[in-house]
Nanobody, 113 residues
Framework: QVQLVESGGGLVQPGGSLRLSCAAS????????MAWYRQPPGKERELVAS???????NYADSVKGRFTISREYAKNTVYLQMDSLKPEDTAVYYC???????WGQGTQVTVSS
């Protein structure tokens, strides 16, 4: 069974930075793409960024130039570096193993002064 464990969320002021981590169990991490989604309060879950097993990345227009997704195979971990954070980035962030139904438990990110 695949497990995805997120960490790194918290409260940050506008303009600040956070780095989210998602540690995945199992060898499947090496052959699947990974993605970060978020669900703002009262809204639907949306794709933020994705990365393939080959390292190709894709971003939502709202985060391009501010967020960076990366993966570290040695640690079975995918990261989301979030810079220049805005209040509208406030959401619960989830990682997902693409091509499967596996999700992490979510981590809260709050951007507020």
């Amino acid at each position: 069974q695949v497990q995805l464990v997120e960490s790194g969320g918290g409260l940050v002021q506008p303009g600040g930075s956070l780095r989210l981590s998602c540690a995945a169990s199992g060898h499947i991490f090496r052959i699947n793409g990974m993605a970060w989604y978020r669900q703002p309060p009262g809204k639907e879950r949306e794709l933020v960024a994705s990365i393939t097993s080959g390292g190709s990345t894709n971003y939502a227009d709202s985060v391009k130039g501010r967020f960076t997704i990366s993966r570290e195979y040695a640690k079975n971990t995918v990261y989301l570096q979030m810079d220049s954070l805005k209040p509208e980035d406030t959401a619960v962030y989830y990682c997902k193993l693409l091509g499967s139904g596996y999700w992490g438990q979510g981590t809260q990110v709050t951007v507020s002064s």
